[in-house]
């Protein structure tokens, strides 16, 4: 069976961190385009961070740069989120998503994403 689980998420005051993973059972990740999203209440599923298939390109929105940072870690079958300096607007449900295999590169529509994850909460907040 072909799955994503995230993990990893939590509350966390302004100015922390976290890592979150997104691990794969059924397929091997690093034959994937991966991409983190997120969607706060009330608001749209965006993209955050992408990994190309290759992993030698990513991508970032203009938010979170320089505060997280994905990478693949091949040995666990996962791709990882680092994120540093959170804020409260961080504040969502996080999911990770591959395309299909035979697209490597990342783009930034969630329409382009194929198997997803369940989320997990991040909560920035005093």
């Known amino acids: 069976q072909v799955q994503l689980v995230e993990s990893g998420g939590g509350l966390v005051q302004p100015g922390g961190s976290l890592r979150l993973s997104c691990a794969a059972s059924?397929?091997?990740?690093?034959?994937?385009?991966i991409g983190w999203f997120r969607q706060a209440p009330g608001k749209e599923r965006e993209g955050v961070a992408c990994i190309s298939r290759s992993g030698t390109t990513t991508v970032y929105i203009d938010p979170v740069k320089g505060r997280f940072t994905i990478s693949r870690d091949n040995a666990k079958n996962a791709v990882d989120l680092q994120i540093n300096n959170l804020k409260p607007e961080d504040t969502a449900v996080y999911y990770c998503?591959?395309?299909?295999?035979?697209?490597?590169?990342?783009?930034?529509?969630?329409?382009?994403?194929?198997?997803w994850g369940q989320g997990t909460q991040v909560t920035v907040s005093s």
């Open positions: 059924g397929f091997t990740l690093g034959d994937y385009a």
């Open positions: 998503a591959s395309r299909l295999r035979r697209f490597s590169q990342c783009v930034s529509s969630k329409d382009a994403y194929n198997t």
